[in-house]
């Protein structure tokens, strides 16, 4: 074979694979009327179990859409949508002043927070005001509960979390802060992990967080954590998820929200990953 006929031969085989690649990238266009594009969302740890399972759903349902979901707090998050780095704000506090401005709310279900301690722990039952002194650092030692002498050690989450800001509104009720002595982590999983792995330590995570064989769920006044119990106004210690975009949504972030909103995702998917639907609140 002369070198002009390999050159001309060799054109002919890169011309026939760039026709090919061609061809492959345009089955990959989506049909017309289908839902395409990237979605993004960031905030709370607490409603991450839930925006992950929105997001695996939606993405198995639209395969031409990708949804992109990240914690950091719920602070976090109400600053990113009012600055429009992303399309939705996961938060377990409401919008408020400045922040709140141009911000639409959509309440997605019922976020519940369980008080855990170590395992080690031999108090099961706390009083609302023993909790509150207990994570404002006045209680320190579990004897003064009924418990063995025992160093108590608070977990708790950063000033950006909407966790901390839940748990400040309803145990402290607002007066005064979490413990400066308190080991603070930035997520509920290490919130969790924490106090797993720290002997007298008491911390409070989201529910989905719990897990009943590494820690213990502690009741307040009487009242053991439960849906029942939360529904009929008997476990205070909970927060709405948000889901709030800059604006009324429009395209693909109110296609999926009306996904998060719908039947289908509330009735089989939010109390499976241990949230309530908005519709059972009973108050």
Same mark, same amino acid.
């Not at 009943?212 to 909970?238: E, H």
């Given at each position: 074979?002369?070198?002009?006929?390999?050159?001309?031969?060799?054109?002919? %085989?890169?011309?026939?694979?760039?026709?090919?690649?061609?061809?492959?990238?345009? !089955?990959?266009?989506?049909?017309?009327?289908?839902?395409?594009?990237?979605?993004?969302? !960031?905030?709370?740890?607490?409603?991450?179990?839930?925006?992950?399972?929105?997001?695996?759903?939606?993405?198995?349902?639209?395969?031409?859409?990708?949804?992109?979901? !990240?914690?950091?707090?719920?602070?976090?998050? %109400?600053?990113?949508?009012?600055?429009?780095?992303?399309?939705?704000?996961?938060?377990?506090?409401?919008?408020?002043?400045?922040?709140?401005?141009? %911000?639409?709310?959509?309440?997605?279900?019922?976020?519940?927070?369980?008080?855990?301690?170590?395992?080690?722990?031999? $108090?099961?039952?706390?009083?609302?005001?023993?909790?509150?002194?207990?994570?404002?650092?006045?209680?320190?030692?579990?004897?003064?509960?009924?418990?063995?002498?025992?160093?108590?050690?608070?977990? !708790?989450?950063?000033?950006?979390?909407?966790?901390?800001?839940?748990?400040?509104?309803?145990?402290?009720?607002?007066?005064?802060?979490?413990?400066?002595?308190?080991?603070?982590?930035?997520?509920?999983?290490?919130?969790?992990?924490?106090?797993?792995?720290?002997?007298?330590?008491?911390?409070?995570?989201?529910?989905?967080?719990?897990?009943?064989?590494?820690?213990?769920?502690?009741?307040?006044?009487? $009242?053991?954590?439960?849906?029942?119990?939360?529904?009929?106004?008997?476990?205070?210690?909970?927060?709405?998820?948000?889901?709030?975009?800059?604006?009324?949504?429009?395209? %693909?972030?109110?296609?999926?929200?009306?996904?998060?909103?719908?039947?289908?995702?509330?009735?089989?998917?939010?109390?499976?990953?241990?949230?309530?639907?908005?519709?059972?609140?009973?108050?």
């Amino acid at each position: 074979m002369t070198t002009a006929t390999k050159r001309i031969a060799g054109f002919v %085989l890169a011309l026939a694979v760039a026709l090919n690649l061609t061809g492959c990238g345009g !089955s990959d266009q989506p049909p017309p009327g289908a839902l395409s594009g990237t979605i993004t969302a !960031s905030g709370s740890t607490a409603l991450l179990p839930l925006a992950m399972s929105a997001k695996d759903v939606f993405e198995a349902k639209h395969e031409y859409v990708t949804v992109n979901v !990240s914690g950091g707090g719920s602070f976090n998050g %109400l600053t990113q949508v009012a600055q429009g780095a992303v399309q939705i704000g996961n938060s377990d506090v409401e919008a408020s002043g400045d922040q709140a401005a141009g %911000l639409v709310d959509h309440k997605v279900a019922v976020a519940p927070f369980v008080i855990v301690a170590h395992r080690d722990v031999s $108090v099961t039952d706390v009083t609302m005001d023993q909790l509150a002194r207990i994570f404002k650092g006045e209680i320190t030692n579990w004897k003064e509960v009924g418990g063995q002498d025992q160093k108590i050690t608070v977990v !708790s989450r950063q000033q950006s979390s909407g966790s901390r800001a839940t748990v400040v509104a309803t145990v402290l009720k607002g007066q005064g802060d979490i413990t400066k002595t308190a080991i603070v982590q930035d997520s509920n999983g290490k919130v969790r992990d924490g106090v797993v792995g720290t002997p007298g330590a008491i911390g409070y995570i989201d529910a989905p967080y719990f897990d009943a064989a590494r820690m213990k769920g502690l009741k307040v006044d009487g $009242v053991a954590y439960s849906v029942d119990a939360v529904t009929s106004g008997k476990w205070p210690i909970y927060a709405y998820g948000h889901m709030y975009t800059k604006g009324e949504p429009t395209g %693909l972030a109110k296609s999926f929200l009306d996904f998060v909103l719908g039947e289908e995702f509330q009735n089989n998917v939010v109390e499976q990953k241990g949230f309530i639907p908005v519709s059972k609140m009973k108050k």
